[in-house]
């Protein structure tokens, strides 16, 4: 009996150990060290950096994102001690959390092999639209995930707790990202058709009241926060109806459903198969007598997730991290349903044994990590950790490297073309709290946020400006009036071109800023005193 618990215990934490190493495959792309942060990320990095000073969101620095992603950078880089690697550890501990709870559940209700190739499919269909991490829409996978294994959990019933749960996970990922609220709102749908259909009228407005209930009172607190804080209008602004313009300035919706498919590959394509098992088993008189909220649950998620993922008309690889829950769970279906169809008997034997799974899946994993250069990749960053840490810890950009050479502390700098990314690399503060001008989609607040950038700049000139314009060539116009000339010319339509103010701002650059250096094709602009 004892050894039978050893072993028992012994599986369980090589199978952690195995979750800890996939994750870490998906981690590898946001590794300080070997890697720059982009353009979204690095402005989450900022605007956390930002908050640690004492500054305030929407005044000192502007995004149209909720306010959750720039709190949860703040605590990143204060458990960092300003370092990326605080933020690196939240996402990975984020991860590894949502693994084990979403593996539990799974392994509960449909078994053990079931749960490992489930949460194998997700993770890897994560690794493929990671795109560096730190994004609003990976933050929220930890409570969607909570949500939807507390759901599986308790199976065809429902409780108070679930709709309290159900509440708070939806106005927490509402304040990532508006979009980011499909789990909740699934589960409550689900729940909600499943009670009507059955005639359980109780556990429908337990249902609403609960939900409703804990819903509102994350509001309310934060509502209070927000406004003794003295920011709730700016924030409402920003986040809520500043969203709206920016999603019709595509001027058409589509949805993003075949692209989707070809970013994630297998994982989508299988998460399909148990999504059209579904479809097909709602035909049946027999299985719509016993329905479950779970079946509703897989009826409408996915495409529920794939409204919101297309709502801004745009198609960036993030927005597909709003299909890792459905991925998950129709995966876990499909497996359920198909796997004795497909795969002998004594595989699935293999498989859903916990020792011998283990045994297959832990070579496959180590070949992955050396052929995709992962593993030496960790062994470098550790032993430069360890034994080289007088160079530094993160990766050095040899932009920032630059910035930070040649201006003093507290020396302003602009990143031009939305790239504020350089701002914290270089640790130099932006002049102004518009790091994305003029990157703005027409809205009532463009014509005051352009008037506010071209002030900023006239009564505080940085020190230095980098034009990134290279990075989006047909969407930002270049500070040199030669290159900028040529991009009109050559695409007739620059999307940011007519921005209020721009001209006035490419003037004020051509009198007091002269070109002094370029590095890995980012012209950097110096100001220079006129003399009078």
């Known amino acids: 009996m004892r050894q039978t618990q050893i072993q028992l215990k012994l599986s369980a934490l090589l199978l952690l150990v195995f979750f800890a190493i996939l994750i870490g495959l998906v981690m590898i792309q946001a590794n300080p060290y070997t890697k720059s942060p982009g353009r979204d990320n690095g402005f989450f990095l900022y605007s956390g950096s930002q908050i640690l000073k004492g500054k305030l969101p929407y005044i000192d620095f502007w995004d149209s994102k909720g306010p959750g992603i720039f709190y949860i950078n703040a605590l990143g880089l204060l458990i960092g001690k300003g370092s990326r690697w605080g933020v690196w550890l939240l996402e990975a501990i984020f991860l590894f959390v949502e693994t084990v709870f979403f593996f ?16 194998m499919a997700w993770l890897f269909a994560l690794l493929k639209i990671f795109d560096g991490g730190n994004f609003t829409e990976e933050y929220s996978l930890l409570l969607s995930f909570l949500a939807l294994s507390y759901f599986l959990y308790l199976d065809k019933k429902s409780n108070k707790k679930l709709a309290l749960l159900v509440g708070i996970t939806f106005s927490l990922n509402f304040l990532f990202r508006a ?17 009507i259909f059955s005639q359980k009228y109780t556990k429908v407005r337990h249902l609403i009241f609960y939900t409703s209930l804990a819903s509102l009172t994350v509001f309310i607190i934060t509502y209070l926060y927000f406004l003794q804080k003295g920011f709730f209008a700016e924030m409402f602004e920003a986040s809520i109806l500043y969203n709206f313009f920016y999603s019709k300035s595509q001027h058409v919706f589509y949805l993003n459903f075949w692209q989707g498919v070809q970013y994630i590959g297998l994982p989508a394509y299988s998460a399909i198969s148990g999504y059209l098992i579904i479809l097909y088993n709602f035909t049946k008189k027999n299985f719509r007598k016993d329905l479950s909220p779970i079946h509703v649950f897989l009826l409408i998620h996915f495409p529920l997730e794939l409204i919101l993922s297309s709502i801004s008309g745009r198609i960036y690889l993030h927005y597909f991290i709003l299909w890792i829950p459905a991925i998950a769970i129709l995966n876990a279906f499909a497996f359920s349903m198909l796997a004795k169809k497909i795969f002998s008997l004594h595989f699935l034997e293999l498989w859903n044994d916990r020792k011998y799974s283990l045994i297959i899946v832990f070579p496959l994993l180590l070949l992955f990590y050396i052929n995709s250069g992962a593993l030496k990749e960790y062994q470098d960053t ?11 810890i993160e990766y050095n950009d040899p932009v920032a490297d630059f910035l930070r050479e040649n201006t003093d502390k507290d020396a302003k700098i602009l990143a031009w073309g939305a790239y504020p990314s350089l701002n914290y690399s270089s640790k130099r503060d932006a002049p102004t709290a518009y790091l994305f001008y003029p990157a703005y989609a027409k809205s009532p607040y463009t014509e005051d946020m352009g008037l506010s950038f071209a002030q900023d700049i006239a009564t505080n000139p940085p020190a230095m400006i980098v034009d990134t314009f290279h990075t989006s060539p047909d969407y930002i116009l270049s500070l040199d009036p030669a290159i900028r000339q ?14 209020p103010y721009q001209t006035v701002f490419f003037e004020f650059v051509e009198e007091y800023f002269q070109h002094i250096e370029t590095i890995n094709g980012f012209d950097i602009y110096e100001y220079i005193e006129l003399e009078e």
């Open 382 to 392: 550790l032993n430069h950790i360890l034994f080289e840490r007088a160079q530094g």
């Open 179 to 195: 979009n980011n609220i499909g789990v909740p709102i699934s589960i409550a749908l689900a729940i909600f058709f499943a009670g």
């Open 486 to 499: 040529s991009q009109i010319q050559r695409t007739k339509k620059v999307i940011y071109e007519n921005t």
């Open 104 to 119: 539990k559940v799974t392994r509960k209700k449909w078994g053990h092999g079931t749960a490992l190739f489930a949460t």
